[in-house]
């Protein structure tokens, strides 16, 4: 089958609404969903207390956030399927090739770019910001939330970051997800098991999806900085 | 009568000891000049005071309360308020930036929005409501800044340089704006250069030389 009929056969497959191509979007999007909203509290949350906290070790912390945005997502993988697998400390809790699974590697995963970027970007931000909110009379919680406000912008490219980089690892989810058809099977791994078997139209059809949904994002991103821009 | 009283204040930066005042005395209603060539701590002086920065020792008095300069008291923060040199706007709405102090003290929505009014009008702030803070010029920026201060009715004010950097009539217009601030009976501290001196009303002069301070107890010329 040539490129071009590969395509034509992928775009019918997308409008004909098939279901097995539709679920599989499903669990991509459910998983990498509820894996940003577990990671941005708390990647975002370190990022400002890196920022702001002063300690022994902050420094060989964030060397070591900044090395873990590097870190091959099937690394990851590895040594969650060796914490979840039977033998493994968390043996018990019988994860191993669930959805579940895949939203922890994905957290794991996600929370360095959130924390270093967000890390960045409050530390660029203009130290009078601070010094305003305190001087106003302004508790340490409100302080930290109005930082986190000047830098929306920065903590949204974080976010887009973190998202683009979840939603299209395979690796991880490979590994601890075992790319069950209709409950692990996600976009990456479908993508790569169907262009294996020679099924390039699914494949095909599920990469214009992956790539919609990452312009979608990163556009919305765009739109919301120019708005505020304007 | 003293107001704001602090002494055996110090601070060193490195192994440079900046500042080590061993006593000043802040009247109420009173308004100081804070001079000092370039670099001899004027900045630092007034941020100590404000608690903005961290002070290595030093005790203080406020009205008859005693309490230890380090750490700042967090309910000195309501009574003093510092404006930058250059003012720092949130990223929100002039109006916002003006309510925040409020918010901070949990003043109440239908009081906020009155008092904002009011800063508002007094400021004259009105055709600047719906620009961006980022876009405001600095002599507007600088008022919004004293609005913004003034809606808190300080009992002290501490402002760094507020009339460097601009131009005549935005000069001009901040001054107005801190005699009719100063006038409302609050102390305030008022870094700035000779050539840039503002008269107000009952104006002393604190002079800082080698990290200490010289109060002159008659009004400045």
Not at chain 1, 163 to 181: H, Y
Not at chain 2, 33 to 59: P, Q
Request: aromatic share 6%.
């Amino acid at each position: 089958m040539g490129l071009l009929d590969a395509t034509h056969a992928a775009l019918r497959l997308l409008l004909s609404g098939d279901a097995q191509l539709w679920t599989i979007v499903g669990v991509s999007l459910s998983v990498t969903l509820r894996a940003m909203l577990i990671a941005m509290p708390v990647g975002i949350g370190c990022g400002y207390l890196l920022a702001t906290l002063r300690f022994p070790g902050r420094r060989a912390l964030i060397v070591l956030i900044q090395g873990l945005l590097a870190s091959p997502t099937v690394v990851v993988g590895l040594l969650l399927y060796l914490l979840l697998s039977r033998q493994g400390i968390f043996g018990q809790l019988h994860l191993l090739f669930t959805q579940t699974a895949m939203v922890i590697g994905q957290v794991l995963i996600a929370l360095p770019v959130l924390i270093a970027f967000s890390l960045a970007a409050l530390q660029g931000a203009d130290p009078r910001a601070r010094e305003t909110a305190v001087a106003l009379g302004a508790s340490a919680s409100r302080v930290g939330w109005t930082m986190l406000v000047e830098v929306r912008f920065a903590l949204m490219a974080a976010v887009c970051n973190a998202f683009g980089r979840v939603v299209s690892e395979i690796g991880c989810s490979l590994m601890v997800g075992g790319n069950i058809a209709g409950v692990t099977r996600n976009i990456p791994t479908a993508i790569a098991l169907e262009t294996s078997k020679g099924d390039f139209a699914q494949g095909i059809a599920l990469g214009i999806v992956l790539l919609v949904v990452a312009l979608g994002v990163n556009s919305a991103f765009a739109f919301f900085q120019g708005e505020s821009r304007r | 009568m003293s107001l704001l009283a602090v002494a055996a204040l110090a601070k060193s930066f490195g192994e440079r000891r900046l500042l080590s005042i061993d006593a000043l005395s802040l009247s109420a209603g009173e308004h100081y000049v804070l001079t000092g060539e370039n670099g001899s701590g004027k900045s630092t002086l007034l941020r100590l005071l404000a608690g903005i920065e961290a002070a290595d020792s030093g005790v203080g008095r406020f009205g008859k309360r005693r309490f230890d300069w380090c750490p700042y008291p967090d309910w000195l923060r309501r009574e003093v308020i510092y404006v930058h040199q250059q003012p720092y706007l949130f990223h929100t709405s002039v109006a916002e930036n003006i309510a925040y102090g409020l918010r901070a003290r949990g003043v109440e929505a239908s009081q906020r929005e009155r008092l904002v009014a009011a800063a508002i009008a007094w400021a004259r702030l009105d055709h600047l409501l719906r620009t961006p803070p980022q876009k405001l010029s600095g002599g507007e920026r600088q008022r919004v800044a004293l609005a913004r201060a003034w809606v808190l009715a300080p009992k002290v004010l501490l402002l760094d340089e507020p009339t460097a950097n601009l131009d005549a009539e935005s000069r001009q217009q901040t001054i107005d704006l801190l005699r009719a601030f100063c006038g409302q009976a609050s102390t305030a501290v008022i870094a700035c250069h000779d050539r840039d001196m503002i008269a107000l009303a009952n104006m002393r002069r604190l002079h800082l030389v080698d990290g200490q301070i010289h109060q002159n107890s008659g009004a400045a010329p």
